[in-house]
């Protein structure tokens, strides 16, 4: 390459090197240059990659602002109506991929996969509140990707756990099953552990494993005394925290499952009593609801009508934006017991009023000692 520029030959350079042959003088080794219109193109490329860069790699703050807004929707989500905050969701989600496709430095390509990751996490809980389960399990799939390429442990658990939230409510519940799996309470934060543990004792109560059920709940009762350390999922809050409060409606659900029905009543009402007392952002109207069909159906078990029809008062005045997808199936478990129990098509109608028309049953909200319910 050097022989070449100074346009000798390769024994011509060696002898140089070695001073047995002088190189031709420079007048002769290269042509008369205008430097200073060379340094000014210089600056020209590079003024011009400068703008490549600009326009094909993120800056950080960027993605810092990003995270802000994945945080405000997280928290809103709780005590929003989910149609309300949508059109944000789908915008925040869109703006992850388009910095991913674009390209971001190198330091910052696992938060920008953290975030978009998230925030599909945010729009599968979406989709299956709005009654979407497949545009649900296309979110998860993504969450999971995001989770692989950011090799982020917190993400893969949360990801896996909302993967077995959204089966749970489907028509084959045992399918949720394969994605709970033990969590290491080193790899990711307590209140991670918690949700994934209390998933795995309300699905195993549903599809009819009760011996892991109780066991999940009595590993659950002993990871409170966990200290609060936020992982790179929790630590966005709202609907990716899990205090506990909702703890304690989960263990409702699961002990209605499992036919314990003076415990699920007491759950039920203590996770109400928390959830009035909270402040409001923290107010969870899908979970207050879900709690009250459960707290009205062990009062039903337990041969209380009147506490029953007292509790289902709150669900019936539900306006039709907190009527999530999954208060459908709950609605109706109660509706078969009412007519099984011979309280009566009319009666049944006047505790339910238009709930129990306001969409079609799903049987994975059934444990199987519910069947005989039908």
């Known amino acids: 390459m050097l022989a070449k520029i100074l346009k000798v030959t390769v024994g011509q350079l060696a002898d140089a090197v070695e001073g047995r042959l002088a190189l031709p003088a420079e007048s002769a080794v290269m042509a008369p240059v205008d430097v200073h219109a060379l340094v000014s193109a210089a600056a020209r490329r590079a003024a011009d990659f400068g703008s490549t860069l600009v326009n094909a790699i993120v800056d950080e703050p960027e993605l810092d602002w990003l995270g802000v807004s994945l945080m405000k929707l997280a928290t809103a989500y709780v005590h929003t109506p989910v149609i309300n905050l949508l059109p944000d969701m789908v915008s925040l989600c869109d703006t992850a991929f388009a910095l991913i496709r674009r390209g971001v430095r190198p330091r910052q390509v696992r938060d920008a996969y953290l975030i978009a990751g998230i925030g599909s996490l945010l729009l599968a809980a979406a989709s299956q509140n709005l009654g979407h389960p497949a545009d649900a399990h296309i979110q998860l799939l993504n969450a999971q990707r995001c989770a692989e390429a950011a090799d982020s442990e917190a993400l893969r658990v949360w990801a896996r756990g909302s993967a077995a939230l959204t089966l749970e409510w489907s028509a084959t519940p045992s399918a949720a099953v394969r994605f709970l799996g033990s969590v290491a309470p080193h790899a990711v934060g307590p209140e991670t552990v918690r949700r994934n543990t209390a998933l795995e004792a309300r699905i195993c109560a549903r599809v ?134 011979g309280t009566g098509a009319h009666r049944a109608t006047t505790l339910l009023g238009d709930l129990v028309t306001t969409a079609a049953p799903t049987r994975s909200l059934e444990s199987p000692g519910d069947r005989s319910t039908q």
């Open 208 to 341: 009819g494993n009760p011996v892991r059920a109780r066991d999940a709940l009595q590993r659950l009762d002993g990871l409170n005394s966990l200290p609060d350390r936020p992982d790179e999922v929790s630590t966005f809050g709202g609907i990716f925290s899990f205090p506990a409060t909702k703890q304690t409606y989960y263990q409702a659900g699961a002990h209605d499952l499992l036919g314990d029905h003076a415990s699920a009543r007491h759950h039920a009402q203590n996770a109400l009593a928390a959830y009035a007392a909270a402040p409001k952002q923290e107010h969870s109207y899908g979970d207050i609801s879900l709690a009250r069909t459960i707290l009205a159906y062990n009062h039903l078990r337990l041969g209380d009508l009147d506490a029953a029809d007292a509790t289902l008062a709150h669900v019936r005045a539900l306006p039709p934006g907190q009527r999530i997808a999954q208060l459908a199936p709950a609605v109706h478990r109660i509706h078969r017991l009412l007519l099984a129990t």
